[in-house]
T-cell receptor, first 114, second 113 residues
Framework: AQSVTQLGSHVSVSEGALVLLRCNYS??????LFWYVQYPNQGLQLLLK??????LVKGINGFEAEFKKSETSFHLTKPSAHMSDAAEYFC????????????FGTGTSLTVIP | EADIYQTPRYLVIGTGKKITLECSQT?????MYWYQQDPGMELHLIHY???????EKGDLSSESTVSRIRTEHFPLTLESARPSHTSQYLC????????????FGPGTRLLVL
């Protein structure tokens, strides 16, 4: 069975501080992993994805994530938070055996304090 | 830039009404999806389609139905809306194949009184 756990439903950081959003997955086969961002009253926008190439993945808006198989993790980071980063962030997993069906975490709401 | 559209964006209706939520994409994607999203919860897949004339139920049981008569169009219908249907509904599409990105529309926020 596939599942995603996002530790911390709410994260607050100061503007300019490091952003770290945690995502752990369970999958019996090699996963594809995604991070999406959702701004208020909008749909989900892809930040980055891991598809078995480089383990360190760079995305849009300065975000990156590292796939760590031994820790079954795919944490999202950004060196310096900006006010515009305040949003809801979702981690998702899929793999070839599920017809590209996605399994989402419950999301992490990021607040950036000026 | 993904081109996937949903209408209406917001809908307030009374119990017992029939409604259709529209979803269209211009990317030529074969696969389309409907998700239900509630605050603080993960997105739940309620319907998906592999292509024209293909529809499947997702993990979350839903009283809604879908159709796929054209590749670009994947409407969702509730025959008799109830307050328990109040939620946000997100439509998405993707290419066929493992690891493909799902592109999301802006969502329809439904309130049933």
């Amino acid at each position: 069975a596939q599942s995603v756990t996002q530790l911390g439903s709410h994260v607050s950081v100061s503007e300019g501080a490091l952003v770290l959003l945690r995502c752990n997955y369970s999958s019996s086969v090699p996963p594809y992993l995604f991070w999406y961002v959702q701004y208020p009253n909008q749909g989900l926008q892809l930040l980055l994805k891991y598809t078995s190439a480089a383990t360190l993945v760079k995305g849009i808006n300065g975000f990156e994530a590292e796939f760590k198989k031994s820790e079954t993790s795919f944490h999202l980071t950004k060196p310096s938070a900006h006010m515009s980063d305040a949003a809801e962030y979702f981690c998702a997993v899929s793999h070839a055996n599920t017809g590209n069906q996605f399994y989402f975490g419950t999301g992490t709401s990021l607040t950036v304090i000026p | 830039e993904a081109d996937i559209y949903q209408t209406p964006r917001y809908l307030v209706i009374g119990t017992g009404k029939k409604i259709t939520l529209e979803c269209s994409q211009t990317m030529g994607h074969d696969k389309m999806y409907w998700y239900q999203q509630d605050p603080g919860m993960e997105l739940h897949l309620i319907h998906y389609s592999y292509g024209v004339n293909s529809t499947e139920k997702g993990d979350l049981s839903s009283e809604s139905t879908v159709s796929r008569i054209r590749t670009e169009h994947f409407p969702l219908t509730l025959e008799s809306a109830r307050p328990s249907h109040t939620s946000q509904y997100l439509c998405a599409s993707s290419e066929e194949g493992p690891g493909e990105t799902q592109y999301f529309g802006p969502g329809t926020r439904l309130l049933v009184l």
